[in-house]
């Protein structure tokens, strides 16, 4: 049964890098079948996705954060990570790792949906 | 990109039948069939409930059904059960190759 499990320093300071793993285990990183991605909550509010990445490298991210954000993988190690770089406290989430199912349709490669998730971590940005 | 549009609230008695709504633009909702639905307990991950508009991953109950007309897809719930109360979250791809989400709706079984 595969699994998600998000990890990293749960306190930032701010204008710092915050950094996260997220470890797949009971399947390999590596399939055809599906992307990788991180989605954020803030305390008390919705989800907000912040981007997705392929085994080969492929990423896709949110406008609002692309200048900000970096998601890598490394298939050697069955993980995929997330950097978000200048943080404020605005950036203060849960943050969570999900598997993500996609097609192509009309020769465009179309994400669409989160079907496993990872219990999510708790990152706090504050002095 | 914008949020989706959910109503903040719903509401509902057990066995009663109640309807989520969840509105976009030509851009996402409109634009393509791939509208997604999660249920979310309090302190606990998503759940992916619909996907492609009305289709059940494997073990989810068929008392969730998913629909859309134009720009406004919907998650129904019939049979309301106390274990749905929850917050429930749309989501659409979208024309830029990314994904958005709706605000979410906390459903309460009175």
């Known amino acids: 049964q595969l699994q998600l499990q998000e990890s990293g320093p749960g306190l930032v300071k701010p204008s710092e890098t915050l950094s996260l793993t997220c470890s797949v285990s009971?399947?390999?990183?590596?399939?055809?079948?599906?992307?990788w991605g991180w989605i954020r909550q803030p305390p008390g509010k919705g989800l907000e996705w912040i981007g997705n990445?392929?085994?080969?490298?492929?990423?896709y991210y949110n406008p609002s954060l692309k200048s900000r954000v970096t998601i890598s993988v490394d298939t050697s190690k069955n993980q995929f990570s997330l950097k978000l770089s200048s943080v404020s406290a605005a950036d203060t989430a849960v943050y969570l790792c999900?598997?993500?199912?996609?097609?192509?349709?009309?020769?465009?490669?179309?994400?669409?949906?989160?079907?496993?998730w990872g219990q999510g971590t708790m990152v706090t940005v504050s002095s | 990109q914008s949020a989706l549009t959910q109503p903040a609230s719903v509401s509902g008695s057990p066995g009663q039948s109640i309807t989520i709504s969840c509105t976009g633009t030509s851009s996402d909702v409109g634009g393509y069939n791939y509208v997604s639905w999660y249920q979310q307990h309090p302190g606990k991950a998503p759940k992916l409930m619909i996907y492609e508009v009305s289709n059940r991953p494997s073990g989810v109950s068929n008392r969730f059904s998913g629909s859309k007309s134009a720009y406004t897809a919907s998650l129904t719930i019939s049979g309301l059960q106390a274990e749905d109360e929850a917050n429930y979250y749309c989501?659409?791809?979208?024309?830029?190759?990314?994904?958005?989400f709706g605000g979410g709706t906390k459903l309460t079984v009175l």
């Open positions: 009971g399947g390999s990183i590596s399939t055809s079948s599906y992307y």
């Open positions: 989501s659409s791809y979208t024309s830029s190759s990314t994904v958005v």
């Open positions: 999900a598997r993500v199912m996609w097609q192509i349709y009309d020769g465009e490669l179309r994400l669409h949906a989160f079907d496993i």
């Open positions: 990445i392929y085994y080969s490298g492929s990423s």
